[in-house]
């Protein structure tokens, strides 16, 4: 499991996080603030998680479950780039298949905070 713990400074304004899956492996991914479900699925795309003095003090959390789907290459790539609040971000984490391995889980967790 590779796994990635940050913060991102909010904006008023719609917040939306896209989830890339890369390196030709198929993902799925859900997307959650506590226990309210945004998203589960294999394409995240500019998904609306709220408006940035709605979601102050809490945390998002983003699962993804990837296979080798392209055995040609080891590696595996998460992608997460979050929009609309004080400046768009883009975190990466990569990770590679050990020999027989066929999933890789990949948790990204994100506290959301005011700018000051």
């Known amino acids: 499991m590779k796994t990635l713990h940050t913060n991102y400074k909010l904006d008023p304004g719609v917040i939306t996080i896209t989830v890339l899956v890369g390196s ?38 983003v699962i993804s479950n990837v296979s080798q789907t392209n055995t040609s290459t080891q590696d595996a790539v998460v992608t997460y780039q979050l929009r609309g609040g004080e400046e768009d971000r883009e975190h990466r984490l990569d990770d590679g298949f050990a020999d027989g391995e066929v999933q890789i889980q990949f948790v990204a967790t994100f506290d959301l905070t005011e700018s000051p």
Request: proline fraction near 3%; glycine fraction near 22%; charge should be positive.
């Open 24 to 61: 030709g492996q198929r993902g799925n991914t859900l997307v959650a603030i506590g226990g309210q479900v945004f998203a589960n699925g294999p394409v995240i795309n500019a998904l609306e998680i709220g408006k940035g003095n709605e979601l102050a003090g809490k945390t998002l959390s």
